[in-house]
């Protein structure tokens, strides 16, 4: 079955700090996995697309990483404003009908 | 380029009423997508959609739960006798194709509905 597993579930980081998030799945075969950023009351939006051969992809503030070998990913945010405080969500795709699985989401809160 | 458009945003009702939300995907897009998302977890496919046909309905509860897309444009889904597990944030998306490694789904704002 496939799944995907997000830590920590939620977490507060003051203003200006970095924080790193982790997923881990067990999608195969693996065509790709995403990051969402989900506000409050909003869809998810798209913040990083990774396929196989990529191991790090950045969008601003954000850089996300990809382990295909140990099937783990890392989403990075750098100097931590408050418009970040929002649930991220770890997306993977399985070939062949490219089927989404998707993580319970980590929610972050900065504070300022 | 407008989003995709979801109506109402908020409703409530009654267990064993009925309810129906609707959606406007992205202008051009093929594909359009129907995930019931619960408090604190992530969004679980109902229903997805190719034109106006239906791809996957697996996920669909379908002795209470219907999806249509009439001209393989807007949608709407029908959830008839609702309960109080169906309490959620209902989530419409579109993509341009079915099929594609990087075939981006767009999302739009969600119809929270609580069933009291």
Known sequence: ?112 | EAGVAQSPRYKIIEKRQSVAFWCNPISGHATLYWYQQILGQGPKLLIQFQNNGVVDDSQLPKDRFSAERLKGVDSTLKIQPAKLEDSAVYLCASSLETFGQDNEQFFGPGTRLTVL
């Open chain 1, 1 to 112: 079955k496939n799944q995907v597993e997000q830590s920590p579930q939620s977490l507060i980081i003051l203003e200006g700090k970095n924080c790193t998030l982790q997923c881990n799945y067990t999608v195969s075969p693996f065509s790709n996995l995403r990051w969402y950023k989900q506000d409050t009351g909003r869809g998810p939006v798209s913040l990083t697309i990774m396929t196989f051969s990529e191991n790090t992809k950045s969008n601003g503030r954000y850089t996300a990483t990809l382990d295909a070998d140990t099937k783990q990913s890392s989403l990075h945010i750098t100097a931590s404003q408050l418009s970040d405080s929002a649930s991220y969500i770890c997306v993977v795709s399985a070939f062949p009908d490219y089927k989404l699985s998707f993580g319970a989401g980590t929610t972050v809160t900065v504070r300022a």
